[in-house]
């Protein structure tokens, strides 16, 4: 008896390690198989072995034997993700681009149409690594736009790890069939998506150009909280797109400098958004939009991209207006995906230790599954000279910058997932500021106490400490919001409309923190429905508004949504994005004055 329901729990037990590891069901068939053949053959077995122990011992050996193979053998596969949660759906007609003719297809009720996997710019393998964006190629027929392309490449987790995070920090884990592959991985990578409502308008309609985040280093743009169906529904084009990450979008170095004709190196990736953008302006009336209406969007890493675009020379007249969520690059010494070039070309140096070689053209050798894995960090754009020719707060002092309206803004907790593996205390705390704020560290723990932020809620794996809040609170303000401060002060003195929100909304899912506000602006709530409630979903519906208000007239406001203050140099008031909205000063403002402090002591 103690052998057989030993049998039933380890396959029980294995089993849900497949599901978590999204191996595909015949696994499944095998295991529940082999745990049958083990029961019914056990005496059998041990009748032609009288040696009872050693029986048992070879049974064991061979039903682990086969578990372990089964695991690798059965493992999930690659795949594109496809373009709509919808089995089979339905093709769209068929659109003609400079590049070629192509198809998408629409979504379940028919509302919106998806063409996703469309390249921009041709593959960057080969020659073209590390190199500016080519022009994408035609093709002959017509391409069917219904799987998202590759993911760009970057380092990643088992699928097993992924599944226990979602378990564990995302709480949204949930068991679906269907879903028994991973997302395909790619070093050709340059492809985006457009997401167009159905139903048909009289005028071309205003674009949102959205830039994922993930620290120039991870992400994509299959991601379900970020897909622009919802917005669209409401009368808008979205567009979303890939590039590249890491070291193929970030690697500097003098060689491939001195080798380009635009004297550039160390931003492929703000070279590919540039691209992106440029055909979406270039195509974007065959899908329904207007090119002359277009707004620029992100989070995180996308947002210091977006950041970067309002000031690169190369964008001027490609846009309207910004929208940023949760990052900036406009501080005098940007705290993160922003280094200078000296900067970028040391880690460029590593990697060629890293892998023995003397130049970049060696590099473009080395199998991208293996580049991949390099220590350096590449998670920084750079003063190129070309696609940023100058700090970026610079070109905000003089006026220069390109977006004609902003809406930017942040949410309460947006540090303590990057915190989750440092232990706080009274002792360590101002040690632990130190470490960005430098000789300012004291300073600041005089403004923000150790004890002066009490936890409501962490995540299992957290260090924790009695200095936790407050250091979370300090580090959200230093790597995230601190920028949106200064971006929307010179936004002030250049009398161009900004507004400010500020994120508390939570849920059982990311709550308020990094990322958190994400599903709510862009409509993906329904896709974790489990994790939010009546009032999630009202305050989306209220966000979506406010966004897709903005992308048309630079203005969220609207009628029956509660009033968004234009921030000024008289009202300097954020807008609380809460269950209850309505206009709050920002509670960061003592930290963003030891910030300026530390910041004046950089020049």
């Not at 991208?368 to 220590?375: F, H, Q």
């Amino acid at each position: 008896m103690f052998f057989n329901i030993s049998i039933i729990l380890i396959t029980l037990l294995y089993i849900v390690i497949l599901e978590l590891s999204k191996n595909v069901l015949a696994g499944w068939a095998v295991a529940i198989i082999a745990a049958v053949l083990m029961i019914a053959l056990k005496n059998t077995i041990r009748e032609k072995i009288t040696n009872k122990a050693l029986s048992t011992c070879l049974m064991w050996l061979i039903f682990i034997a086969i578990l372990v193979l089964n695991y690798k053998f059965t493992a999930p596969p690659f795949k594109r993700v496809p373009a709509v949660d919808n089995k089979n759906p339905e093709i769209t007609e068929e659109i003609t681009i400079d590049q070629g003719v192509l198809t998408g297809v629409y979504n379940a009720d028919r509302s919106v149409k998806v063409y996703a996997g469309i390249p921009y710019a041709a593959p960057p393998v080969g020659d073209l690594r590390f190199k500016e964006p080519q022009a994408a190629l035609p093709w002959d027929g017509v391409l069917a736009c219904d799987h998202f392309g590759p993911m760009a490449m970057q380092p990643r987790s088992s699928a097993l790890y992924d599944s226990l995070s979602h378990i564990l920090g995302w709480n949204d884990y949930r068991v679906k069939f269907g879903d028994e592959y991973r997302e395909e991985m790619s070093e050709d990578c340059l492809y985006l998506n457009v997401f167009s409502p159905e139903k048909k308008s009289d005028e071309l309609l205003p674009v949102i150009f959205y830039i994922h985040g993930g620290s120039l280093t991870t992400g994509q743009p299959s991601y379900t909280e970020y897909r622009g169906e919802d917005l669209a529904k409401k009368g808008v084009v979205f567009v979303n797109c890939a590039y590249r990450l890491g070291v193929f979008g970030y690697y500097a170095s003098d060689d491939l400098k001195a080798e380009s004709p635009n004297g550039t190196t160390g931003n492929y990736g703000l070279l590919d958004q540039i691209a992106a953008l440029k055909w979406v302006r270039d195509n974007i009336e065959a899908f329904g939009g207007d090119p002359n209406r277009i707004t620029i969007a992100g989070e995180s890493a996308g947002a210091s991209s977006v950041n970067a675009i309002c000031v690169s020379p190369l964008t001027d007249g490609l846009f309207n207006y910004a929208i940023a969520e949760s990052s900036g690059i406009v501080a005098k010494k940007p705290f993160h995906t922003f280094r200078s070039y000296d900067e970028a070309v040391e880690q460029g140096n590593i990697v060629k230790e890293e892998f023995s070689v003397s130049s970049s053209a060696e590099l473009r050798n080395i199998p991208a599954e293996k580049l991949v894995k390099t220590s350096a960090n590449n998670s920084a754009m750079t003063l190129d000279g070309y696609a940023i020719t100058e700090m970026p707060y610079l070109t905000y002092e003089k006026g220069e910058n390109h977006e004609k309206a902003l809406l930017n803004g942040f949410n309460v907790k947006e540090a303590d997932a990057f915190m989750l593996g440092t232990k706080a205390t009274k002792d360590n705390y101002v040690e632990l500021l130190a470490e960005d704020l430098g000789s300012y560290a004291q300073e600041m723990a005089d403004v923000l106490p150790y004890d002066a932020v009490e936890r409501d809620e962490y995540i299992i794996i957290d260090k924790k400490g009695e200095a936790k809040g407050s250091l979370n609170a300090a580090y959200s303000a230093m790597w995230f919001t601190y920028s949106h401060y200064v971006w929307t002060n010179y936004m002030v003195q250049q009398n161009k409309p900004v507004y400010e929100y500020y994120f508390t909304k939570t849920n059982s899912r990311i709550s308020n923190h990094h990322a958190g506000e994400l599903p709510y602006a862009y409509g993906n709530l329904h896709r974790h429905a489990g994790n939010y409630d009546e009032s999630d979903f009202e305050l989306s519906e209220i966000m979506q508004n406010y966004w897709v208000n903005f992308v048309k007239t630079g203005n969220p406001n609207g009628e029956g949504l509660p009033e968004w203050p234009l921030v000024t140099a008289d009202t300097q008031l954020l807008l609380q994005l809460d269950s209850k909205i309505g206009p709050i000063e920002d509670p960061n403002l003592p930290l963003y004055k030891v910030i300026d402090h530390y910041m004046e002591s950089q020049e």
